[in-house]
């Protein structure tokens, strides 16, 4: 197995696993360093670049995913329906871009990223990526002038990037050991939740107490309409799948979160989980032949033309709770906040 298969069993376990102690002064290193790096940013040694339009980022403390693109997606239609005019900047993971460019939502994945690609399908707005978010957003406000805010995917420890607005978000595995990378999950120490402006819930999660005055909202992800992975004209509904042998994949951070929803379904299936970001091969699928694949959305835009049977996505959408002031409200209060300053 993979080592970034192993870690991620190991992160989520009940207390230290032993094969991890070695790694704990590893952690503790890239505890003060990113510590120290932090602190040059807040203090000004190494400067922030601030963008003529305001930047809300939508990142997390844990390495993997934990919903950012369906919460990208989610405030990328709450803005438009309010008169913003939002562009996406994303690192572009798997495509290792180090030139900007803009995402053309015809693109293969590997030449822009699975994430890109998906946001750059499903939003309908402009997308840019490359390993330096400034440079990305600047690119796409060259070729967008009317785009009025950015929406930085997974930008929260990249601090080059100014941001008038935080969003950090977890999944139902919570923190894990609550130990930082390479020992833990964690990218940062949960302390730093102190300076965001929100936190987001996707599912349950297992977290310890949010610091006070922190607002949290809970986001669920809804789905239940599969569509054709060669043919996204045609769509089928979870009950035409049922009694059929079924083999469900997934590649995203916590793979038993797509599994938990098929179940949620009524549907039956064979599991296939992969590492966050796999980029697949025929040889993935050839414990289905004969039967039905089902993915998830973020995997399909890599997987067209690599199974030659029946394969079904699951597109889903984020919903909010709205809470006593809604995330919305908190967000375009900082917007607004920018655009009369």
Request: with cysteine; charged share 20%.
């Amino acid at each position: 197995m993979a080592l970034s298969e192993t870690l991620p069993r190991l992160w989520y376990r009940r207390g230290l696993a032993l094969p991890l102690l070695p790694l704990v002064p590893v952690s503790w290193l890239f505890g003060a360093l990113s510590g120290l790096r932090r602190a040059a940013y807040r203090a000004g040694l190494v400067r922030s670049e601030r963008l003529p339009v305001p930047v809300v980022v939508v990142g997390n403390l844990i390495a993997g995913g934990a919903g950012k693109t369906p919460l990208t997606l989610w405030l990328v239609e709450a803005l438009r329906i309010r008169g913003w005019r939002p562009g996406i900047v994303s690192r572009g993971y798997g495509a290792e871009v180090t030139v900007p460019q803009l995402v053309d939502p015809a693109a293969a994945a590997g030449e822009c990223g699975d994430e890109p690609l998906l946001l750059a399908r499903r939003s309908g707005v402009p997308v840019a990526v490359c390993r330096d978010r400034v440079a990305a957003a600047r690119a796409l406000l060259d070729a967008h002038p009317d785009c009025n805010v950015i929406i930085a995917d997974d930008g929260l420890q990249h601090y080059r990037l100014a941001r008038d607005v935080e969003l950090a978000i977890f999944d139902a595995r919570g923190t894990g050991n609550g130990r930082l990378l390479p020992a833990g999950p964690l990218r940062e120490p949960m302390d730093r939740l102190r300076r965001v402006d929100a936190v987001v819930l996707n599912g349950v999660a297992a977290l310890p107490d949010i610091p006070v005055g922190v607002p949290c909202h809970q986001m669920r992800l809804d789905g239940a309409r599969f569509v054709a992975l060669n043919d996204a004209r045609r769509s089928c509904s979870a009950s035409d799948l049922s009694g059929r042998v079924l083999h469900a994949y997934a590649g995203i951070g916590d793979p038993g979160r797509f599994f938990r929803h098929l179940e949620t379904l009524g549907l039956r299936f064979e599991p296939h989980p992969f590492p966050d970001h796999h980029f697949f091969s025929t040889a993935d699928f050839a414990p289905a032949q004969g039967g039905v694949v089902l993915l998830t959305e973020k995997d399909a835009v890599k997987c067209a033309g690599l199974f030659d049977g029946e394969a079904w996505a699951l597109p889903v959408s984020a919903e909010i709770d709205l809470g006593q002031s809604g995330l919305i409200e908190r967000i375009l209060e900082k917007l607004n906040g920018r655009k009369a300053a």
